[in-house]
């Protein structure tokens, strides 16, 4: 079975600055998908940045990027430029890619809570 | 609006109640899921379903009852209500084939008290 961890329950970054959160991943799996959602204090879960385990390039989308390392399963978040509108819980999650029985099923962390302090 | 929509937003319901959470979407989505969030536990997949008429369990469906009568609606259903069933529920949905490409499509949740 697939499992995502997320081993930093809270994390602290001063405006402007660069923060980067961790995720590692368990599966036996070649070919999925990985992504990171933020959920700010609305509750609406908002998808991020996205990542196909075939590619090699790191996915990046304006001020977020991610540092994907298949051989070590690990897919961290990287946030430049920190800005207040960017405190919200962040869950790492994954999913088999779809194709021979596989569902769309998606697999989430437990989250790490963003605070950016001005 | 395209989206998905889930009402109510807010319940609260005593031990024992039974109830149905709604949840649609008018994006012609195949796939349909709902998930629990609770505090240090992030989101966890209770029921799902692929296609109208077909549904299966996910992680933690114990208590839950689903149906998919139509491609557009996704119920789940509380039997009988416990204390432990109180979460913030989420319907999500994508594509069968491209989840993967564009993610899911969340709704605003629902926010279930049992007391």
């Known amino acids: 079975a697939q499992t995502v961890t997320q081993s930093q329950p809270e994390m602290s970054v001063q405006e402007a600055e660069t923060v980067t959160l961790s995720c590692t991943y368990d599966?036996?799996?070649?070919?999925?998908?990985l992504f990171w959602y933020k959920q700010p204090p609305s509750r609406q879960m908002i998808l991020v940045i996205r990542q196909e385990a075939y590619k090699q390039q790191n996915a990046t989308e304006n001020r977020f990027s991610v540092n994907f390392q298949k051989a070590a399963k690990s897919f961290s978040l990287k946030i430049s430029d920190s800005q207040l509108g960017d405190t919200a819980m962040y869950f790492c999650a994954f999913m088999t890619r779809p194709g021979g029985g596989a569902t769309n099923k998606l697999i989430f962390g437990t989250g790490t809570l963003l605070a950016v302090q001005p | 609006n395209a989206g998905v929509t889930q009402t109510p937003k807010f319940q609260v319901l005593k031990t024992g109640q039974s109830m149905t959470l709604q949840c649609a979407q008018d994006?012609?989505?195949?796939?349909m899921s709902w998930y629990r969030q609770d505090p240090g536990m992030g989101l966890r997949l209770i029921h799902y379903?692929?296609?109208?008429?077909?549904?299966d369990q996910g992680e933690v469906p114990n208590g839950y009852n689903v149906s998919r009568s139509t491609t557009e609606d996704f119920p789940l259903r509380l039997l009988s209500a416990a204390p432990s069933q109180t979460s913030v529920y989420f319907c999500?949905?994508?594509?069968?084939?491209?989840?993967?490409?564009?993610?899911?499509?969340f709704g605003s949740g629902t926010r279930l008290t049992v007391v």
């Open positions: 379903s692929v296609g109208a008429g077909i549904t």
């Open positions: 999500a949905s994508s594509y069968s084939t491209s989840g993967g490409k564009g993610g899911y499509t």
């Open positions: 994006m012609n989505h195949e796939y």
């Open positions: 599966t036996s799996e070649s070919n999925y998908y």
